[in-house]
C-alpha cells in the first residue's frame, strides 16, 4: 500500500522559514512526478510545486523565489523548503504522487489528476 506522510509543518512568524519533508513507503519505483499543494480554509487546493523524475520543477507563479521544491530519490522522499513565510502562506500542505507522466503545468494546476497524497501538514504563520 502507497503511503505518502507529511512533516515539518509548524507555528512561525512572517518572514520565517520552514522545511517540508514528504516520505513516500509502500512503493518501490519512483513516482513520475511529485507535487506539494496547499489548502486554506475556505479556499480551494492550489498547486504549490512539482518536481519530475528528472528534477524538473514548476512553481506557482506567486511563490517563486521563496518556494523550493527537492527530493531525494535514494531515501523516497520530497521536501518543500519555505522562506520569508507570509500569513497569507497559512495553510495545510500536502503532498502528492503520480506514477504516470503528465505535462507539469496540468499538475501543478489540477489536483484532481493527483492519485495518491498524504495527509497534510499545517504551516501557520503569524504577522
Known amino acids: 500500500q502507497v503511503k505518502l506522510v507529511e512533516s515539518g509543518g509548524g507555528s512561525v512568524q512572517s518572514g520565517g522559514s520552514l522545511r517540508l519533508s514528504c516520505a513516500i513507503s509502500?512503493?518501490?519505483?519512483?513516482?513520475?512526478?511529485m507535487a506539494w499543494f496547499r489548502q486554506a480554509p475556505g479556499n480551494e487546493r492550489e498547486g504549490v510545486a512539482v518536481?519530475?523524475?528528472?528534477?524538473?520543477?514548476i512553481y506557482a507563479d506567486s511563490l517563486k523565489g521563496r518556494f523550493t521544491i527537492s527530493q531525494d530519490i535514494a531515501k523516497n522522499s520530497v521536501y518543500l523548503q519555505m522562506n520569508n513565510l507570509k500569513p497569507e502562506d497559512t495553510a495545510m500542505y500536502y503532498c502528492?504522487?503520480?506514477?504516470?507522466?503528465?505535462?507539469?503545468?496540468?499538475?501543478?494546476?489540477?489536483?484532481?489528476?493527483?492519485?495518491?497524497w498524504g495527509q497534510g501538514t499545517q504551516v501557520t504563520v503569524s504577522s
Open positions: 509502500g512503493y518501490t519505483n519512483n513516482f513520475a512526478s
Open positions: 518536481i519530475d523524475s528528472g528534477g524538473s520543477t
Open positions: 502528492a504522487g503520480r506514477r504516470s507522466p503528465e505535462n507539469m503545468s496540468l499538475l501543478l494546476r489540477h489536483f484532481d489528476i493527483w492519485p495518491y
